[in-house]
């Protein structure tokens, strides 16, 4: 797993800027260890480093012909919060899947947008 926190809001605001998370950028297993459940557990530990920082939620984007990649996200509780539109060199929509964390027990980070965007409008991702 290759993540990262970030965030520009006020700290402790969920409604100012982009608030503090952990943010996925890749997961990958070598073949001879999936099925194993290890991107399962490299998952658990990003979430819980995040969780133990104080994150709002950890998100990820993927490709929205992945089907079997968003299964997997769901299956870990992850939700689809917007379709960005051409995100992958304007050729392919991406879904920006959130996963809440402890501290958003309300669960406001992971609220979907009711339309899709264009990359141009993601906030400082």
């Known amino acids: ?35 194993l459940g290890t991107a399962h557990a490299l998952m658990g530990l990003l979430e819980s480093v995040s969780d133990h920082e104080a994150a709002w939620f950890v ?9 079997v990649a968003i299964s997997f996200y769901e299956s870990l509780g992850y939700s689809v919060c917007r379709h960005v539109l051409g995100y992958y060199s ?17 669960r406001r980070s992971a609220v979907p947008l009711p339309n899709p965007i264009h990359p141009e409008e993601l906030e400082d991702d």
């Open 1 to 35: 797993v290759l993540g990262k926190a970030e965030g520009s809001g006020a700290p402790g605001k969920l409604d100012a800027g982009l608030p503090w998370h952990g943010h996925v950028t890749a997961v990958t297993v070598p073949p001879e260890y999936r099925r």
């Open 59 to 67: 998100d990820l984007f993927v490709r929205r012909s992945n089907g």
């Open 90 to 106: 304007g050729d392919e929509d991406a879904y920006d899947m959130r996963k809440p964390l402890s501290r958003d027990a309300d």
